[in-house]
């Protein structure tokens, strides 16, 4: 489960549940669970699990805890008797005070608590979480959010599916893995690798380097990677069967073709064209092909001929920007392709580059046109000539001595040359433009709707629509967040987000639905089996029905609410949190065993926070300037950091987790052996506050752990000093808290090793800009705050500390005073401080007597505290998945006897409950329900609905070099029918009359001597598509060696034959319905006796063409076809069978 799974929808998502009411916020959790269900899904009021008690001894699902009754306390007294304290504050402080001496240290062991009012409005509101988050369809989770921990080296970074055979690919940073949809629901059993325990079975392949790009073609059975090593890798569909077992012990994948693509750089990009040839592209605006005959002929081959098969295709490579340079000059920038998409619908290719657009014309590989965002024709510029990659390497090769410098500097003049270039570019566009193009304006991401325009996405959120020519149609905005991805299926386009928004439109752009999809940006989708599958950035997977909004988000989110007892787990560990001012000194190891050592038996997290580590200007400038280049870190905080971790027994009993240090301030966290296997994801913050909030000798350092999937926050903070300097401590806290950003794995601006000084808060803040610290499930701030006492002189508070009346110097306290009146820590919890001033002493001096007698004769205070607040947003609320994380102080302390420092350490214990989300039960469970549930199996029956439609014919002759029609009707009058046309296979005629076998090619499998168009689209209700048939006399067949041609030829000599599969589906479901059509080319006759020694064709078009500067394919319009044309009779018009009677109806 992802941490912002129960959070309720945030504003702008379109509602697919009636939401928690308000009334309901302040109910016990088993109160508000009901109304849920009332209000929400209209089930009957029941008294429900959520509020029942359990046993903190036992982590356990809910159902063993049902024979507790409503009425018995828990282990957490605190919260039966803690008021809650409103924004009025006055009589409900009084109340609490009461409370707190009435109860004494509370039933239990837990300690009382007080309470700072304002805690229910705006950020400082609870995060309010739900079992079944009420904003979003229930998802599908295929993979649930794993620790990044458990991910190093092998994080998911693409997403592709088969949708026939329902089979989910993914590229990963170790090779690939495949899930087959059929066993979705079913769980791993043993054997389940750490990070995957709850993930539905898949099957992985043998270690290969990082994959970037993947492309699916299901005509082939073939999946396409390009990787990291600039190699291309094809992988056999009918070999990716899940594990039998359940226990990951099947054979891993291995490739069934592979070859070095481009020898320096990554594959960037792939794609498989409308005549099954693979495109890939690279650094530096390089861009390859390859022919389906070499890439067919390789795959041919047995294992034992491997290297045969991998060097056949390695050198039948043509490279398309030397076949789009004429005279050196070239218009396609020199930089990255980032992106690829085939154009099936009008056979082209685009080919991006972070600002720039390229059309190519798939059949005859020529650049048709290069443009910006802005739809401006780029112009043909000088090409600097490069030698082939291939003469390079041979080059280098004969060499005797020295050979890798040689490839080194080719690399680094190699890289220098398309810096200079890109920076070219850059220029150029100043003086065409007058500016650059903003930074915010990159392309993302790019798709193909199914009525022929293509989408694509900017990093600023805007989406530009264009046709199939290149033409801006129009550009809108749904989102300001920047687009990652673009999928389409039937009439509706999906748009993932950097901010994990999911949002759906339809194919004019209308935005029909939005929500949150996941915590952190949706960088892949993919769609197969009824559900669009969205692959987030930190590798979780989660599939969303596409019939989605629909009442069928309404009855699965009832139907598993209902369920919830079954998924739902109750965790609880102990946490204990320190705080020190140290005063730039050491402390001896007695002191830090009586601090942290002697309390840290039965713990299983420990958060240390500390101040002045090291002060003063000299270490404060080199901080400021390490962390102006994103260091961090110091000799003395890593000696604080050693020697607490020698104290916690590290390595053997704690393993440290994460720390975060700036200038003075330092934090630093360890997890206990048993606990780290559910303790990751952390992340480090800091803000400072001195200076102009620009130095850290005040400020806040922060760490977001994530245990058993809920986040918790914890602050080191160290305020403005003095006595009067209050308000200035208040905004110290509340900068902190409205603008301390953890860092965040994808690259965002905020990293753990930058310092947030520009992120202003805003007054009218929406809950789209609540800080990332209000999102927590749990916050504790800890660190020498630096409030003092009021109204009190030296000599009094030192009797008053004597005499142990705590009671009456804590209605002097300014935190507590500020916190009544709700001007600091806003609805956050302290426990009842039982022990003495911590501040000030004099060093090396024991008991009370230490505190400070010199000249200044300082007024002792609790300037070093500890405060938190959980996921309970009232005071009486259980551990639920409403309230997920519910905490109590067992004890809160600090240690008197230590003298090193003029601060006194202090340390707090809580004992945390924690209620997750079994995700592989949940996922069972929502397998039983699609399996079982009528009301689900009749909607999905009739969200598999094919509109019923017709074609004009299913048998064609093709003879001449005119058009044929082909009609297809939608007969459906209420739904949209969309179409997409494959060639199954081709085949030859023989002289004896027979035909040869059917030979599939790749993606639509389109012959050189067939055009369709437009091959994909949309056919509104009642009406008729017309798609035109045509065929090529002659077309040109090349062969091509290490990208240089070295034979050609045209093949019209025989009578050609094809086969179409005309796919129908509708817009909710992946079924199809498939017409077939076959499609005949006869091969013209000479109307006289031709030459006794006629020219070969090969030879006539060789003649026609060789006075021309490049050797391109012949196009149906080119000079040369007609001039050999003139050698052959023509026929009457095309032939066209038609079976439905088309024709004489128009007649």
Not at 865 to 888: H, K, N, Q
Not at 1002 to 1010: E, K, P
Not at 1076 to 1091: G, Q, T, Y
Not at 1129 to 1137: I, Q, R
């Amino acid at each position: 489960m992802e941490p912002d799974d129960e959070a309720v929808q945030r504003e702008g998502a379109v509602s697919y549940g009636q939401p928690v009411p308000r009334d309901a916020n302040h109910a016990p959790a088993y109160t508000r669970h009901a109304a849920l269900r009332v209000h929400g899904f209209g089930d009957d009021l029941t008294a429900y699990a959520s509020a029942q008690r359990h046993d903190p001894a036992r982590c356990a699902s809910f159902p063993q805890h049902q024979s507790h009754r409503y009425g018995e306390p828990t282990h957490v007294p605190a919260a039966s008797f803690v008021a809650w304290v409103g924004d009025g504050g006055g009589s409900a402080s009084a109340t609490l005070e009461r409370a707190m001496s009435e109860y004494g240290s509370g039933a239990g062991g837990a300690l009382p608590e007080f309470v700072g009012a304002g805690g229910g409005d705006g950020i400082f509101r609870m995060p309010l979480r739900a079992a079944m988050h009420p904003g979003r369809p229930p998802p599908l989770e295929v993979r649930p959010h794993p620790l990044r921990e458990t991910q190093v080296g092998s994080f998911l970074r693409t997403l592709a599916c088969d949708p026939r055979r329902r089979q989910l690919w993914a590229g990963a940073e170790s090779g690939v893995r495949v899930w087959r949809l059929d066993e979705v629901f079913d769980g791993w059993g043993a054997g389940a690798r750490r990070g995957d325990e709850g993930s539905a079975p898949f099957r992985e392949s043998v270690p290969v380097p990082p994959v970037l790009c993947v492309a699916v073609d299901g005509a082939s059975g073939l999946v396409w990677t390009g990787h990291k090593d600039g190699r291309i890798r094809a992988w056999r569909m009918d070999h990716a069967t899940a594990a039998g077992d359940g226990g990951g012990n099947a054979p891993m994948l291995k490739e069934a073709l592979a070859w070095q693509a481009h020898s320096r750089t990554p594959v960037l990009a792939i794609v498989v064209t409308s005549y099954g040839e693979i495109w890939s592209g690279s650094e530096g605006g390089i861009i390859k092909a390859w022919p389906w005959d070499a890439i067919a002929k390789s795959l041919s081959l047995t294992q034992e001929e491997k290297h045969i098969a991998a060097l056949l295709v390695e050198r039948a490579y043509v490279d398309l920007r030397n076949h789009a340079t004429v005279g050196n000059m070239c218009s396609l920038p020199s930089a990255d392709v980032k992106h690829m998409l085939a154009d099936h619908c009008r056979a082209k290719v685009w080919s991006l580059t972070s600002m720039t657009f390229a059309l190519w014309d798939a059949r005859t590989r020529d650049l048709l046109k290069v443009f910006g965002m802005d739809s401006q024709v780029e112009s043909a510029r000088l090409e600097t000539p490069v030698m082939p990659e291939q003469f390079i390497e041979e080059e280098i090769k004969v060499k005797p001595t020295k050979k890798d410098k040689p490839q080194g500097s080719f690399t680094f003049f190699q890289k220098s040359r398309n810096a200079l270039m890109g920076a070219a570019d850059a220029v150029r566009r100043v003086a065409t433009k007058g500016t650059l193009v903003e930074d915010n304006r990159r392309t993302e991401a790019v798709a193909q709707a199914m009525d022929g325009t293509i989408w694509s996405g900017c990093t600023n959120g805007s989406i530009i629509m264009w046709d199939g020519n290149g033409k801006k149609l129009q550009e809108f905005q749904h989102h300001i967040s920047s687009v990652q991805c673009i999928e389409t299926f039937g009439e509706r386009v999906w748009v993932g987000y950097a901010s994990g928004t999911i949002q759906v439109m339809d194919v004019e752009g209308n935005l029909l639905a939005g929500w949150t999809g996941h915590s952190c940006p949706v960088i892949k989708m993919a769609i197969g089996g009824s559900y669009i599958f969205t692959l987030a950035h930190h590798g979780g997977i989660r599939g969303w029905p596409l019939t989605s909004p629909s009442p069928l988000d309404d009855i699965l989110r009832t139907e598993l609410a209902n369920r919830e007892l079954s998924y739902t787990r109750l965790e609880n560990i102990q946490i204990m949190v320190g705080t020190w001012n140290v005063a730039q000194e050491k402390a001896s190891f007695d002191s830090l065993w009586c601090w942290l050592g002697s309390a840290s038996s039965d713990v299983g997290l420990v958060v240390v926070g500390l101040q002045e580590v090291e002060m003063g200007a000299g270490a404060l400038a080199i901080a400021a300037a390490k962390e102006s280049v994103g260091l961090e870190g110091s000799t003395n905080g890593q000696w604080w950091i050693d020697n607490i971790g020698k104290t916690l027994d590290e390595g053997i009993s704690f393993h440290r987790v994460g720390s975060r240090q700036l200038a003075g301030l330092l934090i630093a966290a360890w997890a206990r052996n048993d606990l780290k296997p559910h303790v990751g994801d952390v992340d480090a913050a800091a803000v400072p506050c001195g200076f102009g909030r620009a130095i850290g000798n005040k400020g806040g350092v922060g760490l977001r752990i994530r245990v058993h999937d809920r986040r918790i926050c914890f602050v080191n903070n160290h305020f403005a000093a003095h006595l009067e300097n209050v308000s200035r401590r208040n905004a110290d806290f509340d900068h902190i808290y409205r603008t301390m950003t953890f860092n965040k794995p994808h690259g965002s601006t905020a990293s753990a090793r930058s310092v947030q000084l520009h992120k202003a808060p805003s007054e009218n803040q929406t809950d789209e800009d609540r800080p990332e610290l209000a999102e927590a499930d749990m916050v504790v701030f800890l660190g020498d705050f630096n409030y003092r006492l009021n109204g009190i002189t030296y000599d009094e508070a030192r009797d008053m500390v004597s005499q142990r009346s705590f009671d009456w110097l804590r209605e002097r306290d300014q935190l507590r005073v500020e916190m009544k009146a709700g001007n600091v820590f806003q609805g956050m919890r302290e426990g009842a401080i039982r022990f003495p001033p911590t501040y000030k002493f004099q060093r090396h001096q024991p008991g009370l007597s230490g505190y400070d007698s010199g000249e200044k004769k300082r007024i002792p205070a609790w300037c070093d505290r500890i405060l938190y607040r959980d996921s309970r947003s009232v005071s009486i609320a259980g551990c639920s998945l409403e309230s997920p994380v519910v905490a109590a102080i067992t004890s809160y302390e600090a240690c008197m006897d230590v003298t090193d420092s003029d601060h006194k350490p202090v340390r707090c214990t809580f004992s945390v409950d924690i209620a997750r989300v079994d995700e592989m039960t949940r996922r069972q469970e929502y397998g039983k329900i699609i399996e079982s549930d009528k009301k689900v199996c009749c909607f999905l029956q009739e969200s598999h609905f094919v509109p019923d439609t017709i074609i004009s014919t299913n048998n064609i002759i093709l003879e001449n070099s005119e058009d044929v029609v082909l009609r297809i009707t939608n007969n459906c009058e209420t739904s949209k029918a969309a179409f997409e046309i494959l060639c199954e296979g081709q085949s030859t005629r023989k002289q004896d009359g027979t035909k040869s076998e059917i030979l599939p090619r790749a993606s639509c499998g389109f012959a050189l001597w067939l055009e369709v168009q437009p091959s994909l689209g949309l056919i509104e209700p009642g009406e008729t598509m017309e798609v035109t048939v045509h065929h090529e006399d002659f077309f040109t067949q090349e062969e091509f060696v290490d990208g240089v041609m070295q034979n050609w030829w045209c093949e019209a000599t025989t009578d050609m034959e094809a086969v179409l599969l005309v796919n129908v589906t509708g817009s909710t479901s992946t079924e199809i319905i498939t017409h077939r059509i076959n499609v005949r080319h006869c091969c013209p006759a000479p109307s006289a006796p031709l030459p006794l020694n006629p020219p070969s064709i090969t030879d006539a078009h060789i003649d026609a063409v060789s006075g021309e500067a490049s050797g391109r394919r012949c196009s149906k319009n080119s000079q040369s076809n007609h001039l050999q044309r003139s050698d052959f009779t023509h026929f009457g018009s095309s032939e066209v069978h038609d079976l439905c009677g088309t024709r004489n109806m128009e007649k």
